[in-house]
C-alpha cells in the first residue's frame, strides 16, 4: 500500500511539474491567442479545414495578436489583411456589405485571413512553404518561383525575397511549437482524466 502511495504522490508532483510548465509557456511566448481568440479561430479553422494552430501561428508573426495593428504598406488586423485582398475574398464569401473598416473586427479578419489560407493551400497543393509564402510575397512571386523549380522539391531558400524567407522559417518555427504545447497540453489532460478515476480508497489512505 506505501507503495501505490507513494506512486500516487509522484503522480501528483508531475502533474503539477507539467501544469505549471505549460502556463509559464503560454505567459512567456503568448499562446494565450487560444485563450484570447479561441473561439474565433476554431469556427473559421473548422469552415475552412485549415489548422487552428497554424492560424494562431500566422497571427502571432502579422500583428503580434493586435487586432489593431496596421502596418506600413497598409495591411489591417490580426492577420494583416491588405484593403484589396480583403475585398477580393468579400466577394468569394458574398459579404455585400463589406466595408475595409470590418478588417478591425477580429472575427471579420480571422474569418478572411483563414480562408485565404486555405484559398493558398489549395493553390499550392497544400505546399506550407509556398502557402505562406504567398500570404507574405504574394501569388505572382510564388508562382515564378513555383514555376523556376519545375516540380522539384520547393524549400525555403527558394522563396524570392530574404524577408520572405525569414517569415516562413518564423512561423513554421512557431507552428511547430504550438504544435508541441497542444501535445504536451492534450498528454496533461489525459493523464488528468486517468488519475482521477484511480479507486477512492488509495487517495483515502493518503
Not at 469552415?47 to 495578436?65: C, N, Q, T, W
Request: proline share 3%; aromatic share 12%; net charge positive.
Amino acid at each position: 500500500m506505501m507503495h501505490i502511495k507513494g506512486r500516487y504522490i509522484l503522480c501528483i508532483i508531475v502533474v503539477i511539474v507539467l501544469t505549471g510548465g505549460v502556463l509559464y509557456l503560454q505567459r512567456s511566448t503568448g499562446i494565450f491567442y487560444r485563450v484570447i481568440y479561441a473561439d474565433i479561430i476554431d469556427r473559421y479553422a473548422r469552415r475552412f479545414k485549415v489548422d487552428p494552430l497554424l492560424v494562431g501561428a500566422v497571427m502571432r508573426k502579422e500583428s503580434s495578436i493586435n487586432p489593431l495593428a496596421v502596418s506600413h504598406k497598409g495591411a489591417v488586423g490580426l492577420m494583416q489583411l491588405m484593403p484589396s485582398t480583403a475585398q477580393e475574398i468579400a466577394i468569394d464569401l458574398n459579404i455585400g456589405n463589406y466595408n475595409h473598416e470590418m478588417l478591425k473586427d477580429p472575427a471579420i479578419n480571422v474569418m478572411f485571413g483563414t480562408y485565404y489560407l486555405r484559398r493558398l493551400s489549395i493553390r499550392y497543393d497544400n505546399n506550407l512553404i509556398m502557402t505562406l509564402g504567398a500570404y507574405n510575397a504574394g501569388i505572382g512571386n510564388i508562382d515564378v518561383a513555383r514555376f523556376i523549380k519545375a516540380g522539384q522539391d520547393f524549400e525555403i531558400n527558394d522563396l524570392p525575397f530574404e524577408e520572405t524567407q525569414k517569415y516562413v522559417a518564423s512561423i513554421l518555427l512557431t507552428y511547430k511549437f504550438y504544435k508541441t504545447i497542444d501535445n504536451v497540453e492534450q498528454a496533461f489532460f489525459r493523464f488528468f482524466e486517468i488519475t482521477r478515476e484511480m479507486p477512492r480508497r488509495i487517495i483515502e489512505e493518503i
